[in-house]
């Protein structure tokens, strides 16, 4: 195995694994698969301009389903995101 290089930056280390081949460089047969309990997603805000009605609507299901309506929008999102990226059989 070549030994890994020492970095400056993590900028730098992301163009040398960019090019690399790890095998050269770690032994896959060892890996372990790691756990992350406490790894939260990044998240970031948006600004979304909806219908005044579409946004009332939203709002009288997320009440029936006792959810904050920006959750149950994600709700539709990941569900619609899921339905469009499933492989075709």
Do not use: H
């Amino acid at each position: 195995m070549k030994p890994i290089p020492k970095f400056k930056s993590e900028a730098q280390e992301r163009a040398f694994w960019a090019k690399a081949d790890s095998t050269d460089y770690l032994d896959w047969s060892k890996a372990e698969r790691g756990v992350f309990p406490n790894l939260k997603p990044s998240l970031r805000t948006i600004s979304l301009r909806l219908l005044e009605l579409m946004l009332e609507e939203l709002k009288l299901l997320a009440n029936k389903r006792d959810v904050p309506y920006q959750s149950l929008i994600k709700m539709f999102l990941a569900e619609r995101l899921r339905k469009e990226l499933k492989p075709v059989s």
